[in-house]
């Protein structure tokens, strides 16, 4: 259940930064956000390795975790580079 209000969040925040991000500054919010949301989930992959669990059990989870935010912000940057 985490993960997925942790993906969630990501989402929301990719759609918020990008959207309220002027056009001029698009490219570095979509940077900016892949370097924030990267942070996070080596926050959250450093908490559950604390935990005891291993690389191995973690890495399935963070891989969408990571990685469906920054599809999301970086799919919304081309659009808008594309004046959609």
Request: proline share 6%; hydrophobic share 65%; charged share 10%.
């Amino acid at each position: 259940m985490r993960t997925l209000i942790l993906i969630v969040i990501g989402l929301a925040l990719a759609i918020a930064l990008l959207r309220l991000a002027p056009p001029a500054w698009r490219t570095g919010a979509a940077v900016l956000f892949t370097l924030l949301w990267l942070a996070v989930a080596g926050w959250n992959l450093r908490t559950g390795l604390s935990h005891g669990y291993t690389l191995a059990q973690e890495l399935p989870i963070h891989v969408p975790l990571f990685g469906v935010p920054v599809a999301l912000a970086w799919a919304l940057w081309w659009f808008a580079r594309r004046g959609g």
